[in-house]
């Protein structure tokens, strides 16, 4: 018996002795490219009952049939943190996305902006890649994946209660990290989204309609033009390890 | 004339009114790839004179002479900041030198450990990858990348005063922020390694070594396992905020 390598979600319930039968997706995954056979140990997680381990049960042309027999972890709350941004090409959305999901993103969420090049977004494939990146990292959760959406109607459909952290390139707003140590700790404690503009920036309209958010924080990245996804990973980790702080 | 979007890293010494010939594989960007003209502008840099506007002089066949004109920009103090990781898979090596040069960092050192898979690394390839990235971002320098080196003999050669931010995966070490919270300002304001390790982590032998460093501080970076780049990045961009920090 080998030792639990595959970690998968599952859409399904978990709990002691539940069986499931895989989609042929996973079921190919596991018996073809895994090579797990009948009896392998492996990990499931669905989001909602904590992460198991499991065996395979059995395995068919198309199928696998597995049962899940001990709880590793309890579903355990987790930050409620958004990643907004505009959506870049292809190799370097999907960088973003895997990113995102490993930094615990709830949600990744396309916005268009008036200097937005890409027009077409994949919400199939972002998701696809945003599961791998869950599966991978470890976290009980698989962030949700939005259709694109403008910037107006982003905004305007936003909690107001939602902290909206701004990655502002003008280089008009506080460094980082001197931008969220003054945040008092009700005001840090919050659901967040990190909000990426296009290449070329926001413009002047859409700044205006931004620095109007209730709960709007602009934050300065440093003095480098960064690529988005590089912008996303560091304002993610930024603000998590913030959040994770006692 | 056109505006310049043409940011060019080159060897030569900057003045206003000097002259230089660009090296064939520059002179074909220049010319075939970014079709500039006798005229138009660019813009250089070289890691020691500032940031100058320039303009096309002459374009041969496999040539391009170009004459600075005016000084953009001083050259100006950088927080030295190095990258020592563990070498990974082509894609995710040079996306992890990508974002270590847009996060400024002086060096890129690639260090071998005993769990490290891949074993060969194409110095001149990731020296080109930050030499991009470089230009693209709007640095006035280009990190050096060093042949790869064993823990141990990196460790070595570290000169004693500078910092080691050790990403430590195996949870014994506080959370990024709180740690480097907890740091007086001289303690901070140095120059910094941040070290990632390779899949699987260090080991037992490697992790002795690693804390015997005087001046390591280790720090988890969450309760995810990240990917290696993601891990670089995510510390990079953590620290240089901090440093970025009035």
């Known amino acids: 018996m080998k030792v639990a390598k595959v970690r998968l979600f599952v859409e399904t319930s978990l709990s002691g002795g539940a069986m499931l039968d895989l989609d042929p997706a996973a079921a190919h ?49 987790e930050t409620d943190v958004w990643i907004a941004a505009a959506p870049i090409k292809r190799a370097r959305m999907t960088a973003l996305v895997e990113k995102a999901a490993e930094l615990g993103v709830t949600r990744v969420q396309p916005v268009v902006t008036r200097r937005t090049a890409v027009s077409r977004v994949n919400v199939g494939r972002l998701l696809s890649t945003a599961r791998e990146a869950a599966e991978q990292c470890g976290r009980l959760s698989v962030p949700a994946v939005g259709a694109p959406a403008t910037l107006e109607r982003f905004l305007g459909s936003l909690d107001p209660s939602r902290g909206l952290l701004w990655c502002d390139e003008s280089g008009g707003s506080p460094p980082v990290a001197a931008a969220l140590d003054g945040l008092r700790e009700p005001d840090l404690r919050r659901s967040w989204a990190v909000l990426i503009g296009p290449e070329g920036g926001f413009d002047r309209a859409e700044r205006t309609l931004i620095a109007g958010h209730g709960r709007v924080l602009g934050v300065d990245l440093g003095p480098w033009l960064l690529r988005s996804e590089t912008a996303a990973t560091v304002a993610l980790g930024i603000l998590q390890s913030r959040l994770a702080m006692p």
Chains 1, 2 share one sequence.
């Open 29 to 77: 995954r596991v018996a073809t490219v895994m090579r797990l056979g009948v009896g392998d140990s492996l990990v499931l997680f669905n989001g909602r009952d904590g992460e198991w381990r499991a065996t395979v049960a059995g395995i068919g042309r198309r199928s696998c049939a597995i049962v899940a027999r001990d709880m590793l972890r309890p579903q355990a709350a």
